[in-house]
């Protein structure tokens, strides 16, 4: 007879040696691509970075151009969502928060993330998923990131390269 929680806890341990940020690498061996954008164009909309979370190819406080429209997710891509939160009491209005966020499919569905995984061993990282349908992930996409406003702190970041 075996131990269930023994045999649990070593499958969880086998999947975790490579590291959360390899075994990314590993996935996806190249970030999505950027275009540097001097000034924003008409049709597109602006969204400052809130965190580390995009890091190094995003980072706090920079400001990302998207191309705003009904997007269906894609493997490895960048987008900006909006989640909308109900009003908790009468009277309250809904709160919207947007965020930068990296989409990947996995064999559960799904989901939004960070291009960040946490550092290697750890296996703590904020994930909205999974989400079975990658049209009511798409429901949540209000553009797709295209580029990078080129700001000071990207020029002085891009000028230590």
Do not use: C
């Amino acid at each position: 007879m075996t131990d269930d929680k023994r045999n649990l806890m070593t499958v969880f341990a086998g999947t975790d040696q490579m590291g959360n940020r390899k075994r990314f690498e590993a996935m996806y061996p190249t970030s999505p691509t950027l275009e540097m954008f001097e000034s924003v164009p008409a049709w597109a909309f602006v969204q400052a970075a809130s965190d580390d979370r995009n890091a190094p190819l995003i980072r706090t406080g920079e400001v990302v151009v998207a191309e705003p429209g009904a997007f269906l997710p894609t493997d490895g891509d960048l987008f900006v969502i909006q989640y909308v939160s109900k009003p908790q009491v009468p009277f309250e209005r809904e709160q919207r928060t947007r965020q930068i966020v990296f989409t990947r499919h996995t064999p559960v569905g799904w989901w939004a993330s960070s291009l960040r995984q946490g550092d290697d061993g750890s296996s703590i990282f904020v994930s909205n998923g999974p989400y079975p349908d990658p049209v009511v992930l798409a429901d949540k996409i209000v553009g797709r990131v295209v580029g990078i406003l080129a700001t000071s702190s990207v020029v002085r970041r891009m000028a230590r390269k």
